[in-house]
Nanobody
Framework: VQLVESGGGLVQAGGSLRLSCAAS????????MGWFRQAPGKEREFVAAITWNADTTYYAVAVKGRFTIARDNAKNTVYLQMNNLKPEDTAVYYC????????????????????WGQGTQVTVSS
């Protein structure tokens, strides 16, 4: 199983980026997926999560209203649209997928997830 993130880069404050996470090796159409980030010297933190059928999404307070998580189960891909980026959004962003089908609880906890991508760097300049 592989999760591969893409779409990171350098952007000015106020700009936008769209991250993608393509899964391979198995389908995740019945599994919750999430995004986390880790800045230098800080612990990994929750960013956003989405249930298997996209009927519910969750966001960290710091990104709510600016970031949007979405998924395309036909493509086995989850996305993170990031708007109005701020320097404090600078981090390595990781995609994660849960192994258990139809899970709806504890999606903000990194311990919920069984599969992780390698991360993509997002740098926001002021």
């Amino acid at each position: 199983v592989q999760l591969v993130e893409s779409g990171g880069g350098l952007v000015q404050a106020g700009g936008s980026l769209r991250l993608s996470c393509a899964a391979s090796g198995r389908t995740f159409s019945t599994n919750a997926m999430g995004w986390f980030r880790q800045a230098p010297g800080k612990e990994r933190e929750f960013v956003a999560a989405i249930t298997w059928n996209a009927d519910t999404t969750y966001y960290a307070v710091a990104v709510k209203g600016r970031f949007t998580i979405a998924r395309d189960n036909a493509k086995n891909t989850v996305y993170l649209q990031m708007n109005n980026l701020k320097p404090e959004d600078t981090a390595v962003y990781y995609c994660a997928a849960d192994r258990d089908s139809y899970l709806r609880l504890h999606l903000a906890s990194h311990t919920t997830y069984d599969y992780w991508g390698q991360g993509t760097q997002v740098t926001v300049s002021s």
